[in-house]
Nanobody
Framework: QVQLVESGGGLVQAGGSLRLSCAAS????????MAWFRQAPGKEREFVAR????????NYADSVKGRFTISRDNAKNTVYLQMNSLKPEDTAVYYC???????????????WGQGTQVTVSS
């Protein structure tokens, strides 16, 4: 069982940066694949980024590639999402998720945080 708590969201102007954090409690954080998803109003939840258990392998959605960076610190049981060059279309609730499979498919993740709102103004 893993509990996830996101933080770091907020309001930022286009072109700005935010760093999201997701703190995990429970057992064996380092054994879980971690990912970030987001959901904008009226849209389905979409994959943003994922990172392997040791942090060696990372993948991104095309829409954020080159602007966002996912990382993890297994000693601190935390995963991060550094978001640079933010655009209004990045506005969404951002969720972190933990799972056993390295995938972009949200249904394959077993544990979810409550989400943190990111709003990018133009």
């Amino acid at each position: 069982q893993v509990q996830l708590v996101e933080s770091g969201g907020g309001l930022v102007q286009a072109g700005g940066s935010l760093r999201l954090s997701c703190a995990a409690s429970g057992r064996a954080f380092s054994s879980y694949v971690m990912a970030w998803f987001r959901q904008a109003p009226g849209k389905e939840r979409e994959f943003v980024a994922r990172i392997s258990t040791a942090g060696v392998i990372r993948n991104y959605a095309d829409s954020v590639k080159g602007r966002f960076t996912i990382s993890r610190d297994n000693a601190k049981n935390t995963v991060y999402l550094q978001m640079n060059s933010l655009k209004p279309e990045d506005t969404a609730v951002y969720y972190c998720a933990a799972g056993a499979v390295y995938t972009h498919i949200s249904a394959r993740y077993s544990y979810w945080g409550q989400g943190t709102q990111v709003t990018v103004s133009s």
